[in-house]
């Protein structure tokens, strides 16, 4: 617990160096082109050559589409395929070998036909493990219904699920897997970088200090009124039509470093892990702080009562219980107008606090109004 509060103190002094010695940030570090925005494709398909852990036969849609697949191949089906075997002189086909799944896929803005992208592949039926399965050919579409991408692979799946006399062993998610460039790129998204007179900047956090620093630099560096804010995150630049010359301008505007604008104060919380970040611009106002709770300890003791040696009766056990209630004397301590980090940190080091206090004592502050920031509980 110490070596946490140790870790966040050592934060505290690396944030308290002086300003100048921060590094600027590069423009494609702080931004990101609109025209290179990606775009989100599904599809629906089957994996197949599972050991037994598919969807088995019970599942309509599996089956429905298990049939159509094996029609559009030239093998007519038209019974069920349960009685597949029944209906055939030697073949069999078992759906515990087949899962149906659901594919998605992020197309890279700018992304051209025959490039190759990961996929992720999603369980959606009973299938209760997807290792060693192979995705059969799938169309990926947009949300404008049309084909982008054409998908096809063996399956990598990281999720363990193994049992045998009685114990079952589970690591990972064992329904879930991925194709590392298991889907090839058929039709080019249409952007707007080659044929609109500016290219739009949209920053990654949006804040005016830092719009306003990325247009100086860039009007100093090429003269004039090139780049021009939209609002907080977008910024229009003026750049060559001629495409190889827009492509070099871009380049040399994306590697300029500038320095950023100061983000707002902020103190995130996790409640599930106990971990707490403070940024540095954290303030607190004149505040009084102590913290302390009511501890309670049960001690049970069993006792054997043993009869004389004149007496019928027999031994018996007797069950004592030691209660003590304790509060512990939790020291006060006090937050002077404008104290910073530093001074949280030490304060709350002081106190002995866990990260669990530290959560009830920042909440605690926000809500009296003494802290000058946003708290986020995640």
Do not use: C
Not at 153 to 169: F, H, P, Q, R, Y
Not at 300 to 323: C, F, R, W
Not at 326 to 351: C, H, T, W, Y
């Amino acid at each position: 617990m110490k070596n946490i509060f140790r870790t966040l103190a050592l934060l505290v002094l690396l944030w308290a160096l002086p300003f100048s010695a921060a590094r600027a940030d590069r423009i494609k570090d702080l931004t990101t082109m609109a025209a290179m925005r990606g775009n989100q494709l599904i599809g629906y398909g089957l994996v197949v050559g599972l050991q037994g852990t598919g969807d088995g036969s019970d599942l309509s849609f599996t089956t429905q589409s298990m049939k159509t697949l094996l029609n559009r191949m030239g093998v007519n089906q038209e019974n069920p395929l349960s009685d597949f075997e029944a209906a055939t002189s030697g073949g069999k086909i078992d759906l515990k070998n087949v899962a149906a799944v659901m594919i998605t896929a992020d197309l890279p803005g700018m992304a051209k036909p025959g490039q190759r992208i990961d996929i992720n592949v999603s369980a959606i039926g009973k299938a209760t493990n997807l290792r060693g399965g192979t995705l059969l050919l799938t169309s990926l579409r947009g949300v404008d219904g049309q084909i982008y991408a054409l998908a096809q692979g063996s399956l990598t799946a990281t999720g363990i699920d193994a049992g045998a006399a009685g114990s079952k062993v589970s690591s990972g998610v064992t329904t879930a897997a991925r194709v590392p460039s298991g889907a090839t790129v058929e039709k080019t998204v249409e952007n707007s970088f080659d044929k609109a007179d500016s290219v739009l900047l949209n920053l990654r956090d949006g804040d005016f200090t830092t719009a306003s620093t990325i247009i100086r630099a860039i009007n100093e560096k090429f003269g004039g009124e090139i780049a021009s804010a939209l609002d907080s995150v977008s910024i229009a630049v003026r750049a060559p039509m001629d495409s190889s010359q827009r492509v070099s301008f871009m380049s040399m505007i994306e590697n300029m470093e500038v320095q950023p604008g100061e983000p707002a104060a902020r103190v995130v919380v996790n409640a599930r892990t106990g971990t707490v970040v403070i940024s540095r611009n954290v303030r607190v106002t004149a505040a009084a702080v102590t913290h302390g709770t009511i501890s309670v300890s049960v001690a049970m003791t069993n006792e054997v009562s043993q009869p004389g040696a004149l007496s019928n009766g027999t031994t018996k056990e007797i069950q004592n219980a030691d209660i003590k209630v304790s509060e512990p004397n939790k020291p006060m301590f006090l937050f002077q107008p404008g104290v910073d980090l530093r001074q949280i940190v030490d304060a709350v080091n002081q106190v002995g606090a866990t990260p669990s206090a530290l959560i009830a004592i920042l909440e605690a502050l926000k809500s009296s109004g003494s802290l000058r920031a946003e708290l986020l509980v995640i």
